[in-house]
Nanobody, 126 residues
Framework: QVQLVESGGGLVQAGGSLRLSCAVS????????MGWFRQAPGKEREFVVG????????QYADSVKGRFTISRDNAKNTVYLQMNSLKSEDTAVYYC???????????????????WGQGTQVTVSS
């Protein structure tokens, strides 16, 4: 059974940084496209960023381009999300997700991701 466990969330002031981690177990991590999504109170879950199997390709939501960076370490079965210049509107529960379909393209559609973590809260105070 594939399990995803996020960590690294917390409370940070606007302009600060956080690094989220997502450890994956029970599956073939190096074959998964990995994504980060977030859900703010009263809003739908939205795509933040995705990364392909090797880490050579990424796709970012416009709202985080230039501030967030995704990376992965296939030897550690872990994907990371470095978040800089945080804004109050980044406040949300952040979820990592795995797309195990072995397709070559990163998708922003949450329905395409079949494994999800439990989420980690990120709160940015202004």
């Amino acid at each position: 059974q594939v399990q995803l466990v996020e960590s690294g969330g917390g409370l940070v002031q606007a302009g600060g940084s956080l690094r989220l981690s997502c450890a994956v177990s029970g599956g073939t991590f190096s074959r998964y496209i990995m994504g980060w999504f977030r859900q703010a109170p009263g809003k739908e879950r939205e795509f933040v960023v995705g990364i392909n199997w090797s880490g050579s390709s990424t796709q970012y939501a416009d709202s985080v381009k230039g501030r967030f960076t995704i990376s992965r370490d296939n030897a550690k079965n872990t994907v990371y999300l470095q978040m800089n210049s945080l804004k109050s509107e980044d406040t949300a529960v952040y979820y990592c997700a795995a797309d195990s379909r072995r397709l070559p393209l990163i998708t922003s559609h949450s329905a395409s991701y079949d494994y999800w973590g439990q989420g980690t809260q990120v709160t940015v105070s202004s």
